[in-house]
T-cell receptor, first 112, second 113 residues
Framework: QKEVEQNSGPLSVPEGAIASLNCTYS??????FFWYRQYSGKSPELIMS????GDKEDGRFTAQLNKASQYVSLLIRDSQPSDSATYLC????????????FGQGTTLQVKP | KAGVTQTPRYLIKTRGQQVTLSCSPI?????VSWYQQTPGQGLQFLFE???????NKGNFPGRFSGRQFSNSRSEMNVSTLELGDSALYLC????????????FGPGTRLLVL
């Protein structure tokens, strides 16, 4: 079992729709959770960090964390073609060191 | 604030050579983590430096090493390059490390021939 799992996709949604990206993790003691967006040929760019159970909203993005189910998700409302990218889920297990464990990423395609 | 910078941006080396990559963190950030990204393995943690000390290390051979200077700038070195070392090498900085948010630099793309 991989430590952080994501569906590789591609996830295809029409412009204006809600895109839902999911991530599960294996270490119940994980401390912090991050969503990064990576365009082809570029480096990861932070979208959202979340540390406690519940929802966290930032503009069109909402991250949801459920530690009991070991599940973190990212919702993108009013999806735009510019949102087409690979979305990486990252987990910091220990909280003591800066070691992030990444999922393989989900490729999102937003069609005009 | 300026972001994380990495030099060089692109490198071509041959097997057996060694390479040194440099990373300058965001001003005021003391933690630098290094990652390797390949199509097959994805993003994998190499090591983290905080206050000139290696705080954690990933599952990479000893050919991969790093260091951090008193101004928080970091370098990583790969000796005796292998074809499989071809990858995008990313560094990320955060203020104190730990569970804080990490911000990535643009990466160094290394091709080993």
């Amino acid at each position: 079992q991989k430590e952080v799992e994501q569906n590789s996709g591609p996830l295809s949604v029409p412009e204006g729709a809600i895109a839902s990206l999911n991530c599960t993790y294996s270490d119940r003691g994980s401390q912090s959770f991050f969503w990064y967006r990576q365009y082809s040929g570029k480096s990861p760019e932070l979208i959202m960090s979340i540390y406690s159970n519940g929802d966290k909203e930032d503009g069109r993005f909402t991250a949801q964390l459920n530690k009991a189910s070991q599940y973190v998700s990212l919702l993108i409302r009013d999806s735009q073609p510019s949102d087409s990218a690979t979305y990486l889920c990252a987990v910091n297990r220990s909280g003591n060191t800066g070691k992030l464990i990444f999922g393989q990423g989900t490729t999102l395609q937003v069609k005009p | 604030k300026a972001g994380v910078t990495q030099t060089p941006r692109y490198l071509i080396k041959t097997r057996g050579q060694q390479v040194t990559l440099s990373c300058s963190p965001i001003s005021g950030h003391r933690s630098v983590s290094w990652y390797q990204q390949t199509p097959g393995q994805g993003l994998q943690f190499l090591f983290e430096y905080f206050s000139e000390t290696q705080r954690n290390k990933g599952n990479f051979p000893g050919r991969f090493s790093g260091r951090q200077f008193s101004n928080s700038r970091s370098e990583m070195n790969v000796s005796t390059l292998e074809l499989g070392d071809s990858a995008l090498y990313l560094c990320a900085s955060s203020s104190q490390g730990g569970k804080e948010t990490q911000y990535f630099g643009p990466g160094t793309r290394l091709l080993v021939l």
